[in-house]
């Protein structure tokens, strides 16, 4: 869609008139109307394109642009990630290991635990392959311990959103410490002194509360629809030991991509030392997709095959799994067409340059240009990249040291994840796997991704004074 030109120009004024009300209709056909989110979010992305004078023979292709890239890796993540759920869940190994942290933190401090066990397991796993593995555990530990749901899923969803945001070998952070030229060592320690910071106050301290609020029912979304005598047969009560190592699985291959990809970035020649065999299949056995497909066939063989247990009953277990996660994967989907039509429209990149004018401070307008775009038009990534590109140059021209450098990344980075709302994909990956309606959504979810947003920000603002000290 980079070629795309529109049938009249509306200024950024008027896109971002567009944007606003775009998102209005979205609110209203969901809350007033209970249209289907998957069907509303359609209607508005036709309705927005057509607005914005997208060419009628161009519309399909407009609304595939955002709709297939975020449905193709969304299906895969999901539907791998539901299926070994599944296995974890029927087996009853979510309810072992829930019982162990229980028996071991106590039920006062489990919800704990599972958040620092989501902060670790999110250093390489990306926030949504990485909370779709850990949900089956979630489910089980706030049904062994009762109250609130959200009180124990925020804080863990948290802790990965903090890590995917602001510590390499995550994309964002890395792609910005590339366009700035920051130091990635230092990008990703002191991306480390931002991400638990933040993933404390916004997850533990004020997440937990957050979730106390609302009295959502812990979702049967993994649950299946296959019958009792099924799950039945399925049931083995596994070892802790082997529900751990299942999880720890994905992570220590995802861990092999993104080693080797930070340590291409120190070679002399990255593209050769990739191309190197050994490299080549290494890499490609933690791409994420590939690491959750192996993991899901080790489940299948542990927990199942191994066991005695029937070809057709294994089957018929992972069959169960893909049912119920189809809307989530249609709706999250469709959030990546609102989101995508919005980006084809420009008005990221008009929001962007009319900021880039003000002459605000180098690690204020990074954050507020990445925040706005954000904003507008949903996808953090974009937004990133689109701050850190405009700002570059600012930057390059600077007399700016490495800390600071590092600082403006992570400041970037903190924009780039605020207030995410209903173009934005997450949202509603977030809102169908934790049984929330939009408005209750946006009540939560929207509120602590600002907070995260802000509070990075603070931390970037202080490591840029100390760099500034220090320099």
């Keep these: 869609m980079?070629?795309?030109t529109l049938?009249?120009?509306?200024?950024?004024?008027?896109l971002l008139l567009l944007a606003a009300g775009a998102v209005a209709l979205l609110l209203v056909l969901i809350m007033a109307f209970k249209v289907h989110a998957f069907?509303?979010?359609m209607l508005t992305s036709i309705l927005t394109a057509i607005a914005a004078g997208i060419p009628f023979e161009r519309l399909v292709e407009a609304l595939g642009f955002g709709f297939n890239p975020t449905l193709g890796s969304v299906m895969?993540?999901?539907?791998?990630?539901?299926?070994l759920g599944r296995m974890i869940e029927a087996s009853g190994g979510a309810k072992v290991l829930s019982d162990a942290m229980i028996a071991r933190f106590g039920e006062q401090r489990?919800?704990?635990?599972l958040s620092i066990a989501s902060l670790l397991m999110g250093f390489p796993i990306f926030f949504d392959a990485g909370l779709v593995v850990m949900m089956p555990i979630i489910y089980a530990v706030s049904r062994r311990v009762g109250g609130s749901f959200l009180s124990i899923a925020f804080p863990a969803a948290i802790a990965f959103s903090a890590m995917h945001i602001f510590v390499p070998p995550h994309p964002g952070p890395v792609s910005a410490a590339a366009i700035y030229g920051a130091d990635v060592g230092l990008v990703l320690v002191l991306g480390l002194v931002v991400a638990i910071p933040v993933w404390y106050v916004a997850g533990i301290l004020v997440g937990s509360r957050i979730g106390t609020r609302f009295d959502i029912p812990v979702p049967t979304i993994l649950d299946g629809k296959a019958g009792d005598e099924d799950?039945?047969?399925?049931?083995?009560?596994p070892s802790v030991g082997r529900i751990i190592a299942l999880l720890l699985l994905p992570l220590v291959l995802i861990l092999l991509n993104t080693g080797l990809n930070m340590a291409a970035s120190f070679q002399p020649d990255p593209d050769a030392f990739k191309?190197?065999?050994?490299?080549?299949?290494?890499?490609?056995?933690?791409?994420?997709?590939?690491a959750l497909l192996i993991t899901v066939f080790v489940s299948m063989w542990v927990l199942g095959w191994g066991m005695g247990k029937p070809g057709a009953l294994v089957e018929r277990l992972a069959d169960s799994a893909l049912g119920p996660i189809c809307s989530v994967v249609l709706v999250t989907g469709a959030g990546g067409m609102f989101g995508g039509v919005l980006r084809a429209t420009g008005i990221g990149d008009a929001v962007a340059e009319s900021l880039n004018g003000v002459g605000l401070p180098a690690i204020v307008a990074a954050f507020l240009i990445s925040q706005i775009v954000r904003i507008a038009q949903g996808s953090a990534t974009v937004a990133l990249t689109t701050a850190a590109s405009l700002m570059t140059g600012v930057v390059a021209a600077g007399d700016y040291n490495a800390i600071e450098i590092a600082a403006i990344v992570l400041a970037t980075a903190a924009g780039s994840v605020g207030?995410?709302?209903v173009n934005d994909s997450g949202f509603w990956l977030v809102s169908r796997f934790f049984g929330m309606d939009m408005k209750q959504t946006l009540s939560t979810w929207t509120l602590l991704q600002g907070l995260m947003a802000v509070l990075g920000f603070g931390l970037s603002l202080a490591i840029y004074a100390i760099g500034g000290v220090l320099g």
């Design 275 to 290: 191309a190197e065999p050994w490299v080549a299949v290494l890499r490609t056995l933690g791409e994420t997709p590939v």
């Design 231 to 237: 799950v039945e047969a399925f049931r083995s009560s």
């Design 7 to 14: 049938m009249w120009d509306l200024g950024t004024g008027g």
């Design 110 to 113: 489990a919800g704990l635990a």
């Design 39 to 41: 069907l509303a979010l």
């Design 419 to 421: 207030f995410s709302h």
């Design 2 to 4: 980079d070629d795309l």
């Design 76 to 83: 895969l993540l999901v539907a791998l990630g539901a299926m």
